[in-house]
């Protein structure tokens, strides 16, 4: 059982936006039931939120991103506050250093919780997988036709050992059946590497592309098999990446 802090009052945000596990929530509304003082914060914080879920996304024009990144190596950091008097102590000043940082937090939630998605130059580093393998150094496409129409793109990262599949024009697959792919290793049959539920949004494969000598799609039950057992619809040679490659 986690403690709870010395400082019952700082959890006033986390609980204004579920952020506390049971046994957190439990107490806490035991101690909110005595607390005048923290029903008033629980309630400010609410009604921030809700404010804030009324407000609309606007895509962010292309330039802004680059400027912002720009900006960031020429700005210099202020230098931390130091407080002209000592800082008082208990719950009145925990919860002045808590609330900033909680509000952010009930901000965050709740955009999220109503869909509004806002970018951020600091979100470069939750750059998905498949956004990676695609803008890797070391990236390697390989595209194949298929039969009738559309196409399917491999690309893979031999640093990331990882590959990933995207389509272009790719007819949906038979009722009940599903697009799977598979990896093929030195002197071994196909793998399994995953489902490709929809073949127009990037897929990466499970499993170690950098040492795979072929990957392929095929048309399988809705479920997946564990061996191709129908013809690949598309057959991507590799060249599999010894340890000294890029």
Known sequence: MKPMPSDIHALSGAYAVHALDDIERTEFESHLAECAE???????????????????????PAS?????????????????????????TGPTAARRRWRPQLLAAAAAVVLLAAGVVAWHPWQDHRT????????????V???EKLPGAGELTLVRSA????????????????????????LQQPGEDMVTAGLMPDAEEPTVLTGDAATATAAAVSVEPGTGSTHPTSQ???????TAAGPDSP
């Open 159 to 182: 640093s990331l050992e990882r590959a990933v599949l995207v389509g272009h024009d790719v007819p949906a697959p038979p009722e009940g059946k599903t697009y799977q792919m598979w």
């Open 38 to 60: 923290c029903r008033a914060e629980v309630t400010s914080l609410r009604e921030t939120a809700a404010l804030l879920a009324e407000a609309e996304s606007a895509t962010p």
């Open 141 to 143: 496409t390989v595209t």
């Open 232 to 238: 690949p619809i598309a057959v991507f040679p590799l």
């Open 64 to 88: 802004l991103r680059e400027g912002v990144l720009a900006m960031i190596g020429r700005v210099r950091p202020l230098p931390p506050e130091t407080p002209s008097q000592p800082e008082t």
């Open 128 to 139: 998905t997988l498949a956004e990676q393998i695609l803008r890797a150094p070391d990236a």
